[in-house]
Nanobody, 123 residues
Framework: QVQLVESGGGSVQSGGSLRLSCAGS???????MGWFRQAAGKEGEWVAA???????KYADSVKGRFTISQDNAKNTLSLQMNSLKPEDTAMYYC??????????????????WGQGTQVTVSS
């Protein structure tokens, strides 16, 4: 049974940093994985993704500030968030593609999701 558990959220001031982690269990192969976020009253937004080979991509809104990485030995996905802004405030979720190893197209459809971790950035 695949499980994803996020941690590392919290409250910080604008300009601060947080590091989110997503611990995966129930699988050993590598898949496309990523981070999404949803602010209160808004639609969900894709943030970053990393494929089986470590190739990364980012939403324009976080490019240059966030870094996605994975530790395959520990089955852990991370998101280092620097220069945080109030508009980064949201619930952050990690996701793992069901079968896809690259991150092409809408890979998140039908994927596995964690329960989320809240990030709040105050001005």
């Amino acid at each position: 049974q695949v499980q994803l558990v996020e941690s590392g959220g919290g409250s910080v001031q604008s300009g601060g940093s947080l590091r989110l982690s997503c611990a995966g269990s129930g699988y050993t192969s590598r898949y496309c994985m990523g981070w999404f976020r949803q602010a209160a009253g808004k639609e969900g937004e894709w943030v970053a993704a990393i494929d089986r080979d470590g190739i990364t991509k980012y939403a324009d809104s976080v490019k240059g500030r966030f870094t996605i990485s994975q530790d395959n030995a520990k089955n852990t996905l991370s998101l280092q968030m620097n220069s945080l802004k109030p508009e980064d405030t949201a619930m952050y979720y990690c996701a793992r593609a069901t079968f896809q190893t690259n991150c092409a197209g809408a890979w998140w459809i039908g994927s596995y999701w964690g329960q989320g971790t809240q990030v709040t950035v105050s001005s």
